[in-house]
């Protein structure tokens, strides 16, 4: 009996390494990317969050840090707020900057961010990915190791579309899909606190049932989450319900993780 060797692992000192992804564009994929990483932060120890969307880095803004990281011997110090270690293209080009670039470059900088930054020790390295299914992941997938992949969806049907495609992705890249997520789920009015479902209702979970794989939680449209992201305040960190949600969600992605190691790798008998 032998075991196949398994591919290079850049990063040795992380446990987990997980994207966070979705198939189009405004379903709050960075929203859910930053208080993921402080939810787990709070759960779990040490967790970096390393910002793959080059053409929209909101990573900085999101976790109120706008400072430049140093270099140290050629290598990267991330900066860190709430317990998460960052990395952003955000941090060095400056917010104002655009970036106008061709697929291979951002493919190089996202694996310089993944190879060249001190992470150190960390039990998460969460990975927030542009929206779609181009360059940018297929560099992910085939420079480190995942552990497995976060789906971000809305309720409605035309958002769904596009998860199938980046669920699909995923699958032929051979990265274990951990769940979707579903973001901006209902509105709760301030006054009643009554729900509505404006952007349709139970899409998450449809799509997840239909692909087998676990529905990690909703998330409602409230003013906290965005004013949150707005001011550098990601709701994790705090104890109001919101937060609380994320905390739930993370702690289902850390099931799916735990449930993955416990069922071990493939052995294959030659």
């Not at 900066?79 to 400056?94: D, P, Q, T």
């Not at 470059?105 to 542009?130: C, M, N, R, S, Y």
């Not at 409230?222 to 707005?230: A, H, K, L, S």
């Amino acid at each position: 009996m032998q075991m196949q060797p398994g591919p290079p692992r850049p990063l040795p000192e992380v446990r987990h390494t997980i994207a966070v992804s979705s198939g189009k564009g405004g379903v709050g994929k960075t929203t859910v990317s930053v208080n993921l990483s402080v939810a787990l932060a709070r759960l779990e120890g040490a967790v970096g969050l390393l910002d793959a969307d080059i053409y929209g880095p909101n990573v900085p803004m999101m976790m109120g840090v706008k400072k430049q990281p140093q270099a140290v011997d050629g290598k990267i110090l991330p900066l860190e707020n709430y317990g998460v270690k960052l990395i952003s293209l955000g941090f060095i080009a400056g917010e104002d900057t655009p970036v106008i670039w061709r697929g291979p470059i951002v493919g190089k900088i996202i694996q310089q961010f993944l190879t060249d930054v001190v992470w150190g020790a960390l039990e998460h390295l969460i990975v927030d990915l542009p929206p779609g299914t181009g360059d940018a992941q297929l560099t992910l997938a085939q420079t480190i190791p995942l552990s497995g992949a976060v789906i971000v969806t809305t309720p409605q049907d035309v958002a769904l579309e596009d998860v199938r495609r980046s669920i699909a992705m995923f699958q032929k890249v051979d990265v274990p899909i951990l769940g979707v997520v579903e973001n901006m789920s209902y509105f709760v009015c301030p006054c009643c606190k009554d729900r509505a479902p404006i952007f349709g209702e139970g899409g998450g979970g449809k799509i997840a049932a239909s692909f087998d794989i676990p529905f990690l939680g909703q998330i409602p449209i409230v003013p906290d989450i965005r004013e949150g992201g707005d001011r550098g305040k990601p709701v994790a960190a705090s104890d109001a319900e919101t937060g609380r949600a994320f905390l739930e969600i993370a702690r289902n992605v850390a099931a799916q993780l735990n449930a993955q190691e416990d069922t071990g790798p493939e052995i294959t008998i030659s």
